[in-house]
């Protein structure tokens, strides 16, 4: 039987995210999705005036393609996907994987090929040239990271993927204002003392416009202004290798110590390049259903009163100069069950215990939001 919270999720992603018109094309990319969602979105698409293309792929065999490849086949294939995303104007991307550790036991110079050659040149193309929203899909491995049967964390992931994020939207208005007119930000934690400027970069609201679920508010540091240290109490999978308790030390800007229960492995992927070592993008989190980590960084960096501080390259509209191969979003939660912390914006206290406390802010609370 058709699900009609199908179509619902496909209106938010057409009508609200890319906000298709008539005539442009619209690539939807399904990892691993049902086909039902696919034709769901091929229809929204359509009923919006849009033209669909359609891409179906797979996380394994996606993994042998990086794992065994060489300069020349990884280079075209990424032309190949950097011309056809020249040729669109939105893009749809649904990631399911069945197994978040697929990519677990690639060595890194194949991460590193594919980064250079395929990802993050397509990256360059999708994120400045086309309205794009990715999302991941619910699956039974999802609903166990999240500690859920599969049925509740079904009913969950509909509810935080179709929120209202346009009233959302209307609430991080005075947290983008009060981000610009910032210079210094200080955060202090369980294990973390992390001054560093904001000063004239550029801030970005997000109400499910290129993320879903969504609900952050971002920039990035002044490439040399971070100081101090950062315990992360979130874990993290990057390149397919899960990460607990990562410390990071910042000397000017740059990691010049990094730990973890991995710690080779952490400072193998900050040394893909130069970049890798600074930092490229903070934000602040509150989607208000998002309470706890389940290993998935599309929610995870959502997680009300978190925020993420990202090793690697900066996004274009919020731009501090850093670029790099790698953009790995690190999260810390300041909620009291996960050791409390407080936010400080030129010195006045603006969060605390994952709170919003400046009244300006407090739209932006859980209980405001839903």
Not at 7 to 29: G, R, W, Y
């Amino acid at each position: 039987m058709h699900d009609p919270r199908l179509d619902k999720l496909a209106n938010v992603l057409t009508n609200h995210s890319t906000k298709v018109q008539p005539d442009e094309f619209v690539l939807i990319e399904g990892i691993d999705i049902p086909q039902e969602m696919v034709i769901a979105l091929i229809r929204a698409v359509r009923k919006a005036g849009g033209i669909p293309l359609v891409e179906l792929k797979q996380n394994r065999i996606h993994r042998e393609i990086i794992l065994g490849g060489d300069d020349a086949g990884i280079q075209l294939m990424g032309e190949y996907e950097i011309y056809r995303m020249k040729k669109v104007q939105a893009y749809i991307g649904i990631r399911g994987s069945h197994n978040i550790t697929e990519m677990s036991d690639v060595p890194s110079e194949a991460i590193q090929r594919y980064q250079k050659y395929w990802s993050r040149p397509l990256n360059d193309i999708r994120v400045p040239r086309t309205k794009w929203v990715v999302l991941r899909w619910p699956h039974p491995a999802m609903a166990q990271q999240a500690k859920m049967s599969t049925e509740a964390f079904e009913d969950y992931y509909f509810d935080v993927c179709t929120l209202d994020y346009s009233r959302m939207e209307q609430a991080m208005i005075p947290l983008k204002s009060m981000m610009e007119e910032t210079d210094e930000v200080r955060i202090v934690g369980e294990g973390t003392d992390l001054r560093f400027s904001i000063k004239d970069i550029p801030v970005i609201p997000c109400a499910g416009e290129y993320n879903i679920p969504d609900g952050e508010c971002f920039t990035s540091p002044v490439r040399d202004s971070v100081n101090g240290t950062i315990h992360f109490n979130t874990p993290t999978i990057y390149q397919g290798t899960t990460f607990t308790g990562i410390r990071l030390r910042f000397e000017e800007g740059k990691v010049v110590a990094a730990s973890a229960n991995n710690t080779e492995r952490l400072n193998a992927i900050l040394d893909t390049d130069e970049g890798a070592r600074y930092i490229g993008e903070f934000a602040i989190a509150f989607n208000p259903y998002i309470t706890d980590p389940m290993l998935d960084i599309l929610f995870d960096e959502k997680i009300a009163g978190s925020f993420h501080f990202t090793p690697g390259q900066a996004y274009e509209e919020a731009d501090n100069g850093n670029r790099s191969a790698v953009h790995w979003d690190m999260v810390m939660i300041q909620t009291p069950e996960h050791g409390g912390g407080e936010m400080f914006f030129d010195g006045t206290l603006v969060r605390k215990n994952g709170r919003f406390v400046h009244p300006a802010l407090e739209g932006l609370n859980p209980e405001n939001l839903k």
